[in-house]
Antibody
Framework: QVQLQESGPGLVKPSETLSLTCPVS????????WSWIRQPPGKGLQWIGY???????NYNPSLKSRITMSLDMSKNQVSLNLTSVIAADTAIYFC????????????WGQGTMVTVSS | SYVLTQPPSVSVAPEKTAKITCGGD??????VHWYQQKPGQAPVLVVY???DRPSGIPERFSASNSRDTATLTIRRVEAGDEADYYC???????????FGGGTKLTVL
């Protein structure tokens, strides 16, 4: 059974870079597409982007200039970097497996809360 | 850009049927998925490909998709169904995921 577990700093200062990781257990990251999705407090879900082992990525246009996703095969984990953060980036960040046969997010991590504040 | 519209809230009495809608221009031409999110938890996929249920999801959960509205139907609603529900599509033209704004289901 594939399991995901996001981890991150919890608190990031404005203008700095947010870095999150999502180790994957129970399966290889090379076999699937992976997405990041975020949820500001009390609000809905926002898709951030996806990455695939073959090098394929695509990002939400509203975040594209600040986002980088990567895969670490040695650690079997997915990573997200978001630069120049602002208060509006405060959210719970989820990593999720994207089933490309259905384009549904079929497995989710528990999420990690990130607050942008000085 | 494409927009998915959900009612902010739906209320239903126990044992009754809840219907949660997801509107979009010709959404019937898209494949719709539905997620349940309970407070403090990650979303869970409850319906994929318009009307299929992942293993472990009760048959009480069903869905349909036609023309401009997709609908999630929950029969014989239980207190444990109280949650936020989100619809989602994959916008093939932009190769992006897209969520509706979410609907809070309250069990009276």
């Amino acid at each position: 059974q594939v399991q995901l577990q996001e981890s991150g700093p919890g608190l990031v200062k404005p203008s700095e870079t947010l870095s999150l990781t999502c180790p994957v257990s129970g399966g290889s990251i090379t076999d699937f597409y992976w997405s990041w999705i975020r949820q500001p407090p009390g609000k809905g879900l926002q898709w951030i982007g996806y990455i695939y082992y073959g090098g394929s990525t695509n990002y939400n246009p509203s975040l594209k200039s600040r986002i980088t996703m990567s895969l670490d095969m040695s650690k079997n984990q997915v990573s997200l970097n978001l630069t120049s953060v602002i208060a509006a980036d405060t959210a719970i960040y989820f990593c999720a497996r994207l089933d490309m046969a259905t384009n549904a997010f079929d497995i989710w991590g528990q999420g990690t809360m990130v607050t942008v504040s000085s | 850009s494409y927009v998915l519209t959900q009612p902010p809230s739906v209320s239903v009495a126990p044992e009754k049927t809840a219907k949660i809608t997801c509107g979009g221009d010709r959404i019937g031409m898209h494949i719709v998925h539905w997620y349940q999110q309970k407070p403090g938890q990650a979303p869970v996929l409850v319906v994929y490909d318009n009307s299929d249920r992942p293993s472990g999801i009760p048959e009480r959960f069903s869905a349909s998709n036609s023309r401009d509205t997709a609908t999630l139907t929950i029969r014989r609603v239980e207190a444990g169904d109280e949650a936020d529900y989100y619809c989602q599509i994959w916008d093939g033209s932009s190769d992006q995921g897209l969520f509706g704004g979410g609907t809070k289901l309250t069990v009276l």
